[in-house]
């Protein structure tokens, strides 16, 4: 079996270390399997994804498919253009897409075109929030994949809901806490953790980059003056993403205790993470992280495509409104957070699971 695994962004590369991980294991027992690696390009910072294939130890990637920046239809139109020469040369019997990202949908649509099958790793999850970008790749993808591999059993339903057989749906778990769980003992400090003296449960990580919270200079200027006020001494680390430091540094911000860095890598964040007092956010990845780790999360979101961190783990979901941010930050404080717990499968053997999975279908067919 011959397959193509496609990177685009910083998520899918949490995404794809494990599954390129038991495919070696695989190779090794014996079993007939190859892989591609195609790297499409989509983040084109070295912190958002050069380094990530070092820490989490991935090989150089076959080809980079350089699709840079631009809008949404010009990113799409790159990734699919280089996409299909690379798969036109280079035989392959299944595609494997992760996540939600435009690389994702883009290149799932190029594999059906040319006849060949689409597996999509973290299928069915739904935010049902159309102004997302992220829905919209989630929904296309959906739409044309041939094996589906779910997250949760909520995932599975919702698939369900539209139309696909279940025979075609597979509750494996999640590839990005196989990652989380095989690094934890890698974690290490940033450079800045004794500089800022740091110190565990006495600082909050706050991470904001999507546009309902970042575009509007106002409302991000509110967002992060709401959390300063709320936050009573304690260290913010705000690890700034390139397009919020674009309408950040438009803003007249200045807090002792606000602490903007640059991106991190995947084992310095997670140090933070895990040593946190407690993580606010407007990512769908870092819930899950943090619902694994025991540290509560409060995410600003008006919907979320992860309900199980917030039925089953450590995540809030309170909105976008600045307004709402110091009752929960009272919360926080007084010591009553959720404990959570773990949902089914994220165990650190999703991969293992994928890989087995694929190993018994006919793909031919």
Same mark, same amino acid.
Request: proline share 4%; with cysteine.
């Given at each position: 079996?011959?397959?193509?695994?496609?990177?685009?962004?910083?998520?899918?590369?949490? *995404?794809? #270390?494990?599954?390129?991980?038991? &495919?070696?294991?695989?190779?090794? =027992?014996?079993? !007939?399997?190859?892989? @591609? %690696? +195609?790297?499409?390009?989509?983040?084109?910072?070295?912190?958002?994804?050069?380094?990530?294939?070092?820490?989490?130890?991935?090989?150089?990637?076959?080809?980079?498919?350089?699709?840079?920046?631009?809008?949404?239809?010009?990113?799409?139109?790159?990734?699919?253009?280089?996409?299909?020469?690379?798969?036109?040369?280079?035989?392959?019997?299944?595609?494997?897409?992760?996540?939600?990202?435009?690389?994702?949908?883009?290149?799932?649509?190029?594999?059906?075109?040319?006849?060949? *099958?689409? #597996?999509?790793?973290?299928?069915? &999850?739904?935010?049902?929030?159309? =102004?997302?970008? !992220?829905?919209?790749? @989630? %929904? +296309?993808?959906?739409?044309?994949?041939?094996?589906?591999?779910?997250?949760?059993?909520?995932?599975?339903?919702?698939?369900?809901?539209?139309?696909?057989?279940?025979?075609?749906?597979?509750?494996?778990?999640?590839?990005?806490?196989?990652?989380?769980?095989?690094?934890?003992?890698?974690?290490?400090?940033?450079?800045?953790?004794?500089?800022?003296?740091?110190?565990?449960?006495?600082?909050?990580?706050?991470?904001?980059?999507?546009?309902?919270?970042?575009?509007?200079?106002?409302?991000?200027?509110?967002?992060?003056?709401? &959390?300063?006020?709320?936050?009573?001494?304690?260290?913010?680390?705000?690890?700034?993403?390139?397009?919020?430091?674009?309408?950040?540094?438009?803003?007249?911000?200045?807090?002792?205790?606000?602490?903007?860095?640059?991106?991190?890598?995947?084992?310095?964040?997670?140090?933070?993470?895990?040593?946190?007092?407690?993580?606010?956010?407007?990512?769908?990845?870092?819930?899950?992280?943090?619902?694994?780790?025991?540290?509560?999360?409060?995410?600003?979101?008006?919907?979320?495509?992860?309900?199980?961190?917030?039925?089953?783990?450590?995540?809030?979901?309170?909105?976008?409104?600045?307004?709402?941010?110091?009752?929960?930050?009272?919360?926080?404080?007084?010591?009553?957070?959720?404990?959570?717990?773990?949902?089914?499968?994220?165990?650190?053997?999703?991969?293992?699971?994928?890989?087995?999975?694929?190993?018994?279908?006919?793909?031919?067919?």
């Amino acid at each position: 079996m011959n397959i193509t695994i496609v990177a685009g962004a910083r998520p899918n590369f949490m *995404k794809i #270390a494990p599954i390129i991980h038991a &495919i070696e294991k695989a190779k090794i =027992s014996g079993k !007939e399997i190859q892989y @591609r %690696l +195609v790297h499409t390009g989509q983040h084109y910072d070295s912190n958002m994804s050069g380094s990530f294939f070092k820490q989490l130890n991935i090989p150089t990637p076959h080809i980079n498919l350089n699709s840079g920046s631009g809008s949404q239809a010009e990113i799409t139109s790159s990734i699919m253009i280089e996409f299909e020469k690379d798969l036109i040369k280079h035989a392959s019997d299944l595609v494997i897409v992760v996540g939600d990202v435009t690389s994702t949908m883009a290149c799932a649509i190029v594999a059906q075109k040319l006849k060949i *099958k689409v #597996a999509h790793v973290e299928a069915g &999850i739904r935010s049902y929030d159309w =102004s997302m970008p !992220e829905e919209i790749n @989630r %929904l +296309v993808t959906d739409s044309i994949t041939n094996y589906f591999f779910t997250t949760s059993i909520t995932a599975n339903q919702n698939l369900i809901n539209e139309g696909v057989n279940k025979k075609n749906i597979f509750f494996v778990g999640n590839t990005m806490i196989d990652t989380l769980l095989s690094n934890r003992k890698r974690f290490c400090p940033p450079d800045f953790w004794d500089k800022l003296n740091l110190k565990p449960k006495k600082y909050i990580v706050l991470t904001l980059h999507r546009p309902s919270n970042v575009d509007e200079k106002k409302h991000l200027k509110e967002m992060i003056m709401k &959390i300063v006020e709320s936050t009573l001494d304690y260290q913010i680390i705000f690890p700034m993403h390139p397009r919020t430091k674009q309408v950040y540094d438009t803003l007249d911000i200045s807090d002792s205790r606000l602490n903007i860095v640059s991106s991190l890598g995947y084992l310095e964040f997670n140090f933070l993470v895990e040593n946190s007092l407690a993580v606010i956010t407007d990512s769908g990845g870092i819930t899950e992280e943090t619902t694994v780790l025991g540290i509560p999360c409060i995410t600003l979101r008006q919907t979320t495509e992860r309900p199980e961190t917030v039925f089953q783990g450590t995540n809030e979901l309170i909105g976008t409104d600045p307004n709402s941010i110091p009752k929960i930050m009272k919360k926080l404080f007084s010591g009553n957070w959720k404990k959570g717990v773990i949902p089914n499968k994220w165990d650190g053997k999703t991969s293992q699971r994928i890989i087995e999975k694929l190993l018994t279908l006919d793909i031919q067919k």
